[in-house]
């Protein structure tokens, strides 16, 4: 399993790339193989404001539907048009193409708060 080291990862399996004030956020490798096949990503906050935390959204996946759960607070920008048409995507390049959305980070802090690929590896067991 792969586990960037430049990116902060949650306990529920997200991952997030701060850019400036500006996020990309995605599930992990380890997440997509726990699901399996990815059919659709369903995206509920767009243009919001959401706490750390909160659901944006859902992963549907043939064994089951998993929640997304914000990283950090912020807006919710922009969603991954090319995983509405390939959500396959999410399964073959969890943390490049397969990303699922963009956010502004209203509070930096917040990151603190996030593992290291090191700790979520040891989460993981991996």
Do not use: C
């Amino acid at each position: 399993m792969n586990f960037p080291a430049e990116l902060k990862y949650t306990e529920d399996h997200e991952w997030i790339r701060v850019d400036g004030d500006v996020a990309t956020v995605g599930i992990t490798d380890f997440a997509q193989k726990e699901l399996g096949d990815v059919i659709f990503v369903d995206i509920t906050g767009v243009g919001s404001t959401l706490a750390q935390g909160e659901v944006f959204g859902s992963v549907e996946a043939v064994k089951t539907v998993s929640d997304l759960f914000l990283p950090v607070s912020g807006e919710v920008l922009e969603v991954n048009d090319e995983i509405e048409k390939s959500p396959e995507l999410v399964n073959s390049d969890p943390y490049g193409r397969g990303w699922i959305i963009k956010m502004r980070v209203e509070n930096p802090a917040d990151l603190e708060a996030l593992l290291s690929d090191g700790a979520y590896r040891e989460l993981v067991g991996a």
